[in-house]
């Protein structure tokens, strides 16, 4: 599998998943623009890319501003002449607070992170995409595609859910242009994103706070890696996955298999 003269842009690129995508596309030949609204974290992931010889090019950007991805793509484009691949991963878990207590102002912060990041990711490179075809890969996740018992999530559930449709939006319109849209689904992954979650009156909603009761059926309730996640992006990303279009595959060793109230 190769991405050999191939141009990716990633967001959220400045850790976690994000960070994971863009060495591992780097390492199979892929130069990437590295896009994080932390201009630290996109800083050392572009390093370590240069690090291992490949190329890199860092953009600060907050995907829910519309000027800065457009200049980000723009940016991108100048620097390395085309585009192939684009990852929408760039998302927050947002506040955990039941429906009657979340503000709108903390739904909207979700929503724009997560589903309108997206689509002006996707928005925004398109237009280069259709000169050669390509592919997008928006990561999305377990939580509002196969499971809704984590107490308070109904704004992280109703993006990542809209995620899903977008992409199979997208896929369709875009088929002719050759350019496939697919869509990952993780489960639980080691990464910063819990430690920034902020949670709020979850004894009221009635449901489990916790996900799942037990364990991950795989690996004896091990957390998955980043460089999962990565590796199963290059292949979507790559001529391997050439006929494989408006799909969503999940990743998380079996864990949303065990419903909502755990193991059987």
Same mark, same amino acid.
């Given at each position: 599998?190769?991405?050999?003269?191939?141009?990716?842009?990633?967001?959220?690129?400045?850790?976690?998943?994000?960070?994971?995508? =863009?060495?591992?596309?780097?390492?199979?030949?892929?130069?990437?623009?590295?896009?994080?609204?932390?201009?630290?974290?996109?800083?050392?992931?572009?390093?370590?890319?240069?690090?291992?010889?490949?190329?890199?090019?860092?953009?600060? =950007?907050?995907?829910?501003?519309?000027?800065?991805?457009?200049?980000?793509?723009?940016?991108?484009?100048?620097?390395?002449?085309?585009?192939?691949?684009?990852?929408?991963?760039?998302?927050?878990?947002?506040?955990?607070?039941?429906?009657?207590?979340?503000?709108?102002?903390?739904?909207?912060?979700?929503?724009?992170?997560?589903?309108?990041?997206?689509?002006?990711?996707?928005?925004?490179?398109?237009?280069?995409?259709?000169?050669?075809?390509?592919?997008?890969?928006?990561?999305?996740?377990?939580?509002?595609?196969?499971?809704?018992?984590?107490?308070?999530?109904?704004?992280?559930?109703?993006?990542?859910?809209?995620?899903?449709?977008? =992409?199979?939006?997208?896929?369709?319109?875009?088929?002719?242009?050759?350019?496939?849209?697919?869509?990952?689904?993780?489960?639980?992954?080691?990464?910063?994103?819990? /430690?920034?979650?902020?949670?709020?009156?979850?004894?009221?909603?009635?449901?489990?706070?916790?996900?799942?009761?037990?364990?991950?059926?795989?690996?004896?309730?091990?957390? /998955?890696?980043?460089?999962?996640?990565?590796?199963?992006?290059?292949?979507?990303?790559?001529?391997?996955?050439?006929?494989?279009? /408006?799909?969503?595959?999940?990743?998380?060793?079996?864990?949303?298999?065990? /419903?909502?109230?755990?193991?059987?």
């Amino acid at each position: 599998m190769s991405l050999q003269g191939r141009v990716a842009l990633v967001t959220g690129a400045g850790s976690g998943i994000g960070r994971a995508t =863009a060495l591992r596309l780097a390492g199979l030949g892929a130069a990437v623009t590295v896009v994080d609204r932390d201009e630290a974290g996109a800083r050392e992931t572009a390093e370590a890319v240069e690090r291992g010889a490949g190329l890199a090019l860092r953009v600060v =950007a907050d995907v829910t501003r519309p000027d800065q991805i457009r200049d980000a793509v723009t940016a991108a484009v100048g620097a390395f002449g085309r585009l192939d691949v684009v990852v929408p991963n760039a998302g927050i878990n947002g506040i955990r607070a039941p429906v009657g207590e979340i503000t709108p102002e903390e739904w909207d912060e979700t929503i724009a992170t997560n589903l309108t990041g997206t689509f002006l990711t996707v928005r925004y490179t398109v237009p280069h995409l259709k000169a050669a075809g390509g592919s997008v890969v928006v990561v999305s996740s377990t939580n509002g595609t196969r499971v809704f018992s984590i107490a308070g999530f109904s704004a992280y559930n109703a993006s990542k859910a809209g995620q899903v449709a977008f =992409a199979k939006s997208a896929a369709l319109e875009l088929a002719r242009y050759r350019i496939r849209v697919n869509v990952v689904c993780p489960g639980a992954i080691e990464t910063n994103i819990f /430690g920034t979650t902020k949670a709020r009156l979850l004894e009221q909603a009635g449901v489990r706070s916790a996900f799942p009761d037990g364990t991950i059926p795989l690996t004896g309730g091990q957390m /998955g890696r980043p460089d999962q996640v990565a590796d199963l992006i290059s292949f979507l990303a790559s001529d391997a996955a050439s006929h494989i279009t /408006g799909t969503e595959v999940w990743i998380d060793g079996g864990e949303s298999l065990l /419903g909502e109230t755990g193991f059987p």
